[in-house]
Structures are given as C-alpha cells and as structure tokens.
C-alpha cells in the first residue's frame, strides 16, 4: 500500500497564529486526501476532502476559511489552521486512498496555547 | 447523531482469550465496514475489512463478522495477544463511488499477559 507521511508529529503554537501541517503521499500519486481530526475519545471525524488542482469539499459545521486546505500536487496536500484558538487543540491526521484502501499518515499533535 | 457506534470504551481481556470488539451502526446505505489498529500518537492502520455482501471474513487471527439485519459487526481475535492491545475503530464507508469513511469512537482492548 501507500506510504503516508505527515509532518510535523507535534506543535505547540500561540493563540492568533497560524499552523500549517503537511500530508505526503511517497509513492502513490493522490488525486484525492482526506484530512480527519479526532478530539480525546472521540472518533476520528472527517474535516473535509482534499482534491488536486481544485477546492476541498469541507464537512458541514468545517469552516473553509479557518481550515485552509491546498493540494497543488499528486503528493503533497497541506491544511493551515489559521488564527488558531484553544479550542482547535486535537490531532489532525490525513489519509490517501489508494487501490488497497486507505492508508493514513501518522498524525499531528496540535496544542494551542 | 452518531452513525457508527462502539459502546464499549475500553476492553480487557486475558493473554489467550478470544477478544470481541462490537460495532453497530444505523445507516443503511453502509455496504462496506473496516476495522482499525491505531497505538497512541500514530494514525489509524488497517486491519481487516467485509462488504455486505459477506457474512464473515477472516485472516490469520482476526474475523469479522456482519450482521445485516441487526447492522452490528463485530471483530474476533482469537489468541488475544499482548501486542493487539491497542484501540480499534470500526468505520463504515456507503462505496459506490463515495470514499468517505465514517468511525466509531473506539475500543481500547487490553490484553493481559
């Protein structure tokens, strides 16, 4: 199956700032990623779709313009949280899906202080 | 409302003994279920997987099970082994032609040695 790399694992960032947090798929070419966010002990919960050379579907309740989602290449998709608050604190994964089914990255830890 | 339920939050069982992990879910358009491994600060991996079309699918240790009817899966592992302690999603996917996947919120299975 793919490899999936997400980068960075961890981010401790101040309130007002921004965060970017990268998805790389390694050898396979994705079309699409998806970007998931899971709060402790709750289920990983799909943000929104990441498509190449177009716009991300975004989940409802997802706000486009806090999660900022760019998929210029096959391999690389990015999700920027911007202007992050306290409350944006959980861990982001993304994930490729591929003919073997899906394949995720390793997460981020983000903590908003 | 949640579509894919696990009501148990947590799971121990004894080195050697079957573990089954629940799974039910309420809507009806889901036609393929999966089941994953995730250890703390990783992302999720793919375990195993059943269409609806099945009732049953095994590999090595693991089985799942479905049951249309009552839309409720379940995951046998059968020796339970110290190294499966982990938490296990189950998630459920419509297909046809949607990739989105829809998780529980987790098992935490404890095998004791």
């Known amino acids: 199956g793919a490899v999936v790399s997400q980068h960075p694992s961890r981010v401790i960032c101040k309130s007002g700032t921004s965060v970017k947090i990268e998805c790389r798929s390694l050898?396979?070419?994705?079309?699409?990623m998806f970007w998931y966010r899971q709060f402790p002990k709750q289920s990983l919960m799909l943000m929104a779709t990441?498509?190449?050379?177009?716009?991300?579907?975004?989940e409802q309740g997802v706000e486009k313009d806090k999660f900022l989602i760019n998929h210029a290449s096959l391999t690389l998709s990015t999700l920027t949280v911007t202007s992050a608050h306290p409350e944006d604190s959980s861990f982001y994964i993304c994930s490729v899906l591929t003919g073997y089914g899906y394949t995720f990255g390793s997460g981020t830890r983000l903590t908003v202080v | 409302d949640q579509q894919v339920k696990q009501n148990s939050p947590s799971l121990s069982v004894q080195e050697g003994r079957i573990s089954i992990l629940n799974c039910d879910y309420t809507n009806s358009m889901f036609d393929y279920f999966l089941w994953y491994k995730k250890y703390p600060a990783e992302g999720p991996t793919f375990l195993i997987s059943?269409?609806?079309?099945?009732d049953k699918n095994e590999d090595g240790r693991f089985t799942v099970f479905l049951n249309k009817s009552a839309k409720h899966l379940s995951l046998h592992i059968v020796p339970s082994q110290p190294g499966d302690s982990a938490v296990y999603f189950c998630?459920?996917?419509?297909?046809?032609?949607?990739?989105?996947?829809?998780f529980g919120k987790g098992t935490k299975l404890s095998v004791i040695p």
């Open positions: 050898d396979f070419q994705a079309t699409t």
């Open positions: 059943i269409s609806s079309i099945k």
């Open positions: 998630a459920a996917t419509p297909g046809a032609g949607s990739y989105q996947l829809t």
């Open positions: 990441s498509n190449e050379g177009s716009k991300a579907t975004y």
